[in-house]
């Protein structure tokens, strides 16, 4: 089972610079969210989808931008990249139907810095 | 706004003693509660929840967790913790009947030594 895969694993980014973190899930779920962690802060909900075509921000979304066209992909761009977006992002789903909601599945995760 | 508290960044615990990760939380209405563990350089993994009922609920790999509403509690236990449970534990949150997201705490790195 491959689950959910997230790429690239690392990146390095100069001030400014652009990109874009893909993930894709196989488990036909609903809803997708990508999650930043930062040292002593836990995780930090940045953009969720809870299905193709729909997305929605999440607590800090600001330098972000998000897209779900299919089911299974719902990459999350950094628009000019920035020192405070250094972190390790991760992707996660899970069903939407209420009693699966909050069981996520995420992925291994990918260390950004920011120079 | 729900919140989650996990008062210990660190606990340690002797091979074969019992452990207690502590988390307490703050949401609106009924809460839905979650543990995940993670290992080091890997993704965040569902351990067991609470959603309604019993207020001792049982998970994965001999953890359990007991719910106490009037404290707004969700401790994570394990009778004979192993060195393997080493490990970042988080508590999440979100309130039940609600389309908001889980809220995640600020974590515990839990230390079994041999």
């Known amino acids: 089972n491959a689950g959910v895969t997230q790429t690239p694993k690392f990146q390095v980014l100069k001030t400014g610079q652009s990109m874009t973190l893909q993930c894709a899930q196989d488990m036909n779920h609903e809803y997708m969210s990508w999650y930043r962690q930062d040292p002593g802060m836990g995780l930090r909900l940045i953009h969720y989808s809870v299905g193709a075509g729909i997305t929605d921000q999440g607590e800090v979304p600001n330098g972000y931008n998000v897209s779900r066209s299919t089911t299974e992909d719902f990459p999350l761009r950094l628009l000019s990249a920035a020192p405070s977006q250094t972190s390790v992002y991760f992707c996660?789903?899970?069903?939407?139907?209420?009693?699966?909601?909050?069981?996520?599945?995420f992925g291994e995760g990918s260390r950004l810095t920011v120079l | 706004a729900q919140s989650v508290a996990q008062p210990e960044d660190q606990v340690n615990v002797a091979e074969g003693n019992p452990l207690t990760v502590k988390c307490t939380y703050s949401v609106s209405g009924n809460p839905y509660l979650f543990w995940y563990v993670q290992y080091p350089n890997r993704g965040l993994q569902f351990l067991l929840k609470y959603i309604t009922g019993d207020n001792l609920v049982k998970g994965s790999y001999g953890f359990e967790a007991e719910f106490n509403k009037s404290q707004t509690s969700f401790h994570l236990k394990k009778p004979s913790a192993l060195v393997s449970d080493s490990a970042l534990y988080f508590c999440a949150v979100r309130p039940s009947g609600s389309a908001r997201q889980l809220t995640f705490g600020s974590g515990t790195q839990l230390t079994v030594l041999p």
């Open positions: 996660a789903s899970s069903y939407s139907t209420s009693g699966r909601a909050g069981e996520l599945f």
